[in-house]
């Protein structure tokens, strides 16, 4: 179960939220963030601008999947919101294109 599944569309979405323990919620929020993650209780809580376009709703949550597929939430304090790490984003962006290329290239062969 994770992210490249999940590209490959072997599982869906809810599979690997269920797997993640992950709840989505789609917020109105301010329109400088698109979405963020953050543990409690051993839940995965991930908001959503619910404003975003369908397209970039679908990418910003395998973003959001990213950061907890690298476990970059449990490292220091449960409550740690990502998207505050600047080093933590570019991991983040940086994971999902290194996937989409590895599926990019598999499909092609
Ligand atoms: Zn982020």
Redesign the pocket.
């Known amino acids: 179960m994770n992210i490249k599944n999940l590209l490959l569309e072997v599982i869906t979405d809810k599979e690997l939220l269920n797997y993640y323990n992950a709840t989505v919620i789609y917020e109105d929020t301010p329109t400088s963030v698109r ?3 953050f543990n409690h209780d051993g839940v995965y809580f991930i908001i959503i601008n619910k404003n975003l376009s369908y397209y970039k709703r679908k990418k910003t949550l395998l ?2 999947l ?2 907890i597929e690298l476990s970059q939430l449990c490292q220091k304090e449960k409550d740690l919101f ?2 505050h790490i600047d080093k ?2 570019d991991e ?1 962006n940086k994971y999902l294109k290194d996937l989409e290329k590895e599926i990019y290239n598999l499909e092609k062969r």
């Open positions: 979405g963020c993650v973003h959001e990213s950061h990502a998207f933590y984003e983040a």
